[in-house]
């Protein structure tokens, strides 16, 4: 019944939506096309096919223009019982840095961006109430909860490519990042038993994680490949309760830091072609393989004693693919249309391995934009994507069955520069 979880899913699903120049032109791919000034931050294989030099800078800005959550719940003993729930995200941004360095058959690049899985400055708040009657007697229950989360990271990416020969090439990219976060929860509960508390929880992250690259070009055609490790996350929580109720029924406690690995491996492989010098088509698949992880946290009992507990959750399948389009006006302007879809399925069980709850959803996106050139090596880019969200999530435990329906549209808008020399 923890409706953070499912917000945090949330937000970790559309972490993944990354934009860079070709996210522009050709519908987010990143394995192929090397004629961008972001390829630090895309396939390491990419960067050894420039003919010079670049360094580029990007931001987004994300808007959550609808989002509506629906869903019902049955606990023991309660009749007539209601779900409302709501989720606004307040701000959403990202700035991205770049850089390429060509040497005589290889390249070095590095560059700075969010960590995987991370925001890296958001600003959101949540709401969950249940309502229902005590059925054995005339007793009318009411539980409230408001979330605000505030959260930033950072992160740095270092890249090297190098040419296999004249039609190939191969490359290495090593990320770590940091992240912080803290969510502030207010809960009240009336009707059986009266409850007013706040609860802070402030949690601090080191992601790291290593990508392999490969490319491949040959007359019109050309082919990309990446594979990804996964994150390895050493994280460390603290837990600050206080009774409004009683002012003197405080608590704090730690989580000792512990290490685990919040994604699988995952397969990218990318297509490109050229109808005529100026008409391009591009194309990426994108599965991971299923794996488990176990997390710490501390079980909020309402009460305000904090004990520590253990959850799992089991990554079933998770499966995407996108494409599109890039048109070269003339030689100051180039337009893009693309699109895609990601399916991703888990469960959630305890530290005994007994199923929780489920989690399945999918994202439809559309992106369009323009790369304008003021002067010769220099690009200025301009977009704007559209993210559609559905979620189905369930929990069944013994104390509580619900399920919840999430419904949200995002706007992405998008600006940046780049310049080869």
């Not at 990354?18 to 192929?32: H, M």
Request: with cysteine.
């Amino acid at each position: 019944m923890n409706f953070r979880y499912y917000i945090i899913l949330l937000l970790v699903v559309l972490a993944g939506t990354n934009s860079y120049s070709e996210a522009l032109l050709s519908g987010s791919v990143t394995s192929v096309d090397y004629d961008s000034g972001f390829n630090a931050l895309r396939n390491p294989a990419l960067m050894s096919r420039q003919k010079k030099n670049s360094a580029g800078t990007f931001c987004s800005y994300s808007w959550n223009v609808y989002n509506e959550i629906s869903g019902d719940v049955n606990i023991p003993l309660l009749s007539n019982t209601n779900i409302k729930a709501s989720s606004e995200e307040k701000y959403n941004g990202t700035l991205s840095l770049s850089y390429v360095n060509r040497f005589d058959h290889s390249a070095l690049g590095i560059a700075i961006t969010k960590p995987e899985g991370a925001e890296q400055l958001t600003k959101s708040e949540s709401r969950f109430s249940i309502t229902g009657e005590y059925a054995p007697g005339p007793v009318y229950i009411k539980n409230d909860s408001i979330e605000e989360k505030k959260s930033s990271a950072i992160s740095t990416v270092i890249s090297w490519g190098g040419n296999l020969d004249r039609n190939q090439s191969a490359g290495l990219q090593f990320e770590t990042g940091i992240s912080s976060s803290t969510s502030t929860k207010k809960k009240t509960e009336s009707g059986f038993s009266n409850k007013n508390y706040n609860m802070e929880i402030s949690t601090e992250r080191l992601i790291c994680s290593l990508n392999c690259g490969y490319y491949y070009s040959d007359n019109n055609c050309s082919i990309g490949a990446i594979i990804k490790s996964g994150g390895f996350v050493r994280e460390k929580q603290e837990y600050s309760y206080r009774n409004n109720l009683s002012p003197f029924d405080e608590n704090q406690k730690k989580v000792s830091p512990y290490i685990f690995r919040n994604s699988g491996l995952e397969y990218i492989l990318g297509f490109k072609y050229n109808f005529t010098n100026r008409f391009h088509f591009n194309m990426e698949v994108t599965t991971g393989s299923p794996f488990d992880n176990s997390k710490k946290e501390l079980k909020d009992d309402d009460a305000g004693v904090m004990a520590e507990k253990k959850s799992r959750t089991f990554i079933r399948y998770s499966a995407g693919a996108t494409g599109g389009f890039s048109f070269r006006y003339n030689r100051n302007l180039q337009l893009g249309f693309g699109g895609g879809a990601k399916t991703f399925s888990a469960d959630t069980a305890d530290d005994d391995r007994i199923k929780t709850g489920e989690t399945d959803y999918i994202i439809y996106s559309l992106i369009t934009g323009a790369e304008i050139k003021p002067a010769e090596d220099v690009n200025l880019l301009f977009g704007l994507s559209s993210y559609y969200y559905r979620s189905h999530m369930k929990s069944d435990t013994s104390s509580v069955s619900m399920k919840l329906e999430d419904t949200s549209v995002y706007i992405n808008f998008i600006a940046g520069a780049s310049v080869f020399y």
